[in-house]
């Protein structure tokens, strides 16, 4: 008889077909086996863990037993050895060097360049409006967030850069060819590096920061080609987590009206006297809640893998070393155990109350741990500004015949992109009729 400290989780007999959406199979095994079960998938020994008592000891408890899994390697081949992928002492001496371009001031500095950003694209939208036609809100909100990492990351060498990276937002697969196009990627970063460095040019933009970055225990710069695989991170990460969950952000307020009613009034008694500043953010509180709500909906990192460096005891179970450990947002922040109506769009559920009640790690969107996303609070603001801004005077009507369908792939997409008729608040204007999504 196997002891109890060398319990082994049921699971699936047959092992995951890779024809098959990776998302659905978990989801339908998690209904099948709970909040912890094995699984063989993509040829390696699996534990999906799906219960924030899991997740807190992978990621915080015993983080340095555990190494990144399976997907990182996806991610690696794109990216390089960047802070996503990097491990050990290389990954801490990478994030120590890295850290101070998100301090509170540098995030600060560029909080008048999301508010015009913001601006530009409501006038786009407004004009949209006063004809009556649709706008494509993935690729323009894909097109502003990235537009704005380019700024922030190359300053003035950024109309330069803008037409290369491009095809980030108007091509929306991620496969073979987008990687060639990002090695060509890193030629160009080089050259900008290489001109800056001949006029002895260190701007205040994240590249300038990165160059004048030190290690602290030798005094090293960092070496170019780690500083691209940075960069490119920076570029990649910075960009599609937002633009998804801001795509999610105006579909589910365009499903659900009582929300949106909600977060209109709060805009409306709170931006009276004007767009508020940076430090003012706090007080909209409801629209902090809707965020919150997406994020936990549609976590843009859906999936998160680690291997076990050593054996290791996972609650009641035995885990052996080798073995990889699914950890999905997706999934523990819509175990009906942790949530009331799960799959439903219930943005009062972050009201403080209720949260203060809720277990810890119910909510990982950007990881936990010493590894926790090390642009949370970046996102968060722009995100915020973003739906202050354009909420506060515009209402988007989803123009799907049909409910929006996932796409599964490292970040969780649309299927499609999310087409929307901007309506001007204030007015009766109503989308054309045959258009409207169906109830």
């Given at each position: 008889m196997?002891s109890?400290?060398?319990?082994?989780?049921n699971?699936?007999a047959?092992?995951y077909?890779?024809s098959?959406?990776l998302l659905e199979?978990?989801?339908?095994n998690?209904s099948r086996y709970g909040?912890m079960?094995?699984?063989?998938?993509y040829?390696a020994?699996?534990?999906v863990?799906?219960?924030?008592?899991y997740a807190d000891?992978?990621l915080?408890?015993n983080?340095?037993?555990y190494r990144?899994g399976?997907s990182n390697r996806?991610v690696g081949?794109l990216?390089?050895n960047?802070?996503?992928?990097?491990?050990?002492?290389?990954w801490?001496?990478q994030r120590?060097?890295?850290?101070?371009v998100f301090h509170?001031?540098a995030?600060?500095?560029l909080f008048?360049?999301?508010?015009?950003?913001n601006i530009?694209?409501?006038h786009q939208?407004?004009q949209?409006?006063?004809?009556?036609?649709?706008?494509?809100?993935?690729?323009?909100?894909?097109?502003?967030?990235l537009?704005?990492?380019l700024l922030w990351?190359?300053g003035?060498?950024c109309?330069?850069?803008?037409p290369?990276?491009?095809?980030?937002?108007?091509?929306p697969?991620r496969n073979?060819q987008l990687v060639?196009t990002?090695?060509s990627?890193r030629?160009?970063?080089?050259?900008?590096?290489?001109?800056?460095?001949?006029?002895?040019r260190?701007a205040?933009?994240?590249?300038?920061?990165?160059l004048?970055?030190r290690?602290?225990?030798?005094?090293?710069?960092m070496p170019?080609?780690q500083?691209?695989?940075e960069?490119?991170?920076?570029?990649v990460?910075?960009?599609?987590?937002t633009?998804s969950t801001?795509?999610?952000?105006?579909?589910?307020?365009?499903q659900?009206?009582?929300a949106?009613?909600?977060l209109?009034?709060?805009?409306?008694?709170?931006?009276?006297?004007g767009?508020?500043?940076i430090g003012?953010?706090?007080k909209?509180?409801?629209t902090?809640?809707?965020?919150?709500e997406?994020l936990r909906?549609y976590?843009?990192?859906?999936l998160?893998?680690r291997?076990?460096?050593n054996d290791?005891?996972?609650?009641?179970?035995?885990?052996?070393a080798g073995a990889e450990?699914?950890?999905?947002?997706?999934?523990?922040?819509r175990?009906?155990?942790?949530?009331d109506?799960?799959?439903s769009?219930d943005p009062?559920r972050?009201d403080?109350a209720?949260?203060r009640?809720?277990?810890?790690?119910s909510?990982?969107?950007?990881?936990a741990?010493?590894?926790?996303?090390i642009g949370e609070?970046f996102a968060r603001?722009?995100m915020?500004v973003?739906?202050i801004?354009?909420?506060?005077n515009?209402?988007l009507q989803?123009a799907?015949?049909?409910p929006?369908?996932?796409d599964?792939g490292?970040?969780?997409?649309?299927?499609s992109?999310f087409?929307?008729f901007?309506?001007?608040?204030g007015?009766?204007r109503?989308?054309?009729?045959g258009?409207?999504?169906?109830?």
């Amino acid at each position: 008889m196997t002891s109890n400290l060398k319990r082994i989780p049921n699971g699936p007999a047959e092992k995951y077909d890779p024809s098959v959406d990776l998302l659905e199979w978990l989801s339908h095994n998690f209904s099948r086996y709970g909040d912890m079960y094995r699984a063989s998938i993509y040829g390696a020994d699996v534990y999906v863990a799906s219960h924030p008592r899991y997740a807190d000891h992978v990621l915080r408890v015993n983080w340095q037993n555990y190494r990144k899994g399976q997907s990182n390697r996806r991610v690696g081949f794109l990216l390089g050895n960047g802070l996503m992928v990097s491990e050990g002492e290389f990954w801490k001496t990478q994030r120590q060097m890295i850290q101070p371009v998100f301090h509170e001031t540098a995030v600060a500095a560029l909080f008048r360049a999301m508010q015009a950003a913001n601006i530009a694209l409501l006038h786009q939208w407004e004009q949209t409006a006063q004809k009556a036609a649709s706008v494509n809100l993935t690729k323009d909100i894909s097109r502003m967030v990235l537009d704005l990492v380019l700024l922030w990351i190359f300053g003035e060498d950024c109309d330069r850069m803008e037409p290369h990276f491009r095809v980030l937002s108007e091509e929306p697969a991620r496969n073979l060819q987008l990687v060639q196009t990002f090695k060509s990627f890193r030629g160009l970063v080089l050259e900008v590096i290489a001109q800056r460095r001949s006029r002895n040019r260190f701007a205040e933009d994240i590249l300038g920061m990165l160059l004048g970055a030190r290690d602290r225990q030798t005094g090293r710069a960092m070496p170019d080609g780690q500083l691209v695989s940075e960069i490119l991170t920076l570029i990649v990460a910075g960009h599609e987590t937002t633009a998804s969950t801001l795509n999610w952000t105006w579909y589910l307020l365009s499903q659900n009206p009582a929300a949106e009613e909600k977060l209109t009034a709060e805009l409306a008694a709170l931006t009276a006297e004007g767009f508020p500043g940076i430090g003012d953010l706090h007080k909209f509180v409801h629209t902090g809640h809707v965020l919150e709500e997406v994020l936990r909906l549609y976590p843009a990192g859906w999936l998160m893998t680690r291997r076990a460096l050593n054996d290791d005891q996972l609650g009641d179970y035995f885990l052996p070393a080798g073995a990889e450990v699914y950890i999905s947002p997706y999934l523990i922040q819509r175990n009906p155990a942790l949530w009331d109506r799960p799959d439903s769009f219930d943005p009062d559920r972050f009201d403080s109350a209720l949260v203060r009640e809720r277990c810890p790690l119910s909510m990982l969107p950007f990881s936990a741990g010493p590894r926790k996303c090390i642009g949370e609070s970046f996102a968060r603001i722009e995100m915020q500004v973003h739906l202050i801004m354009v909420a506060a005077n515009l209402h988007l009507q989803y123009a799907g015949a049909n409910p929006m369908e996932l796409d599964v792939g490292v970040n969780l997409r649309g299927k499609s992109d999310f087409i929307m008729f901007p309506v001007i608040r204030g007015t009766n204007r109503s989308q054309p009729s045959g258009d409207r999504p169906a109830a």
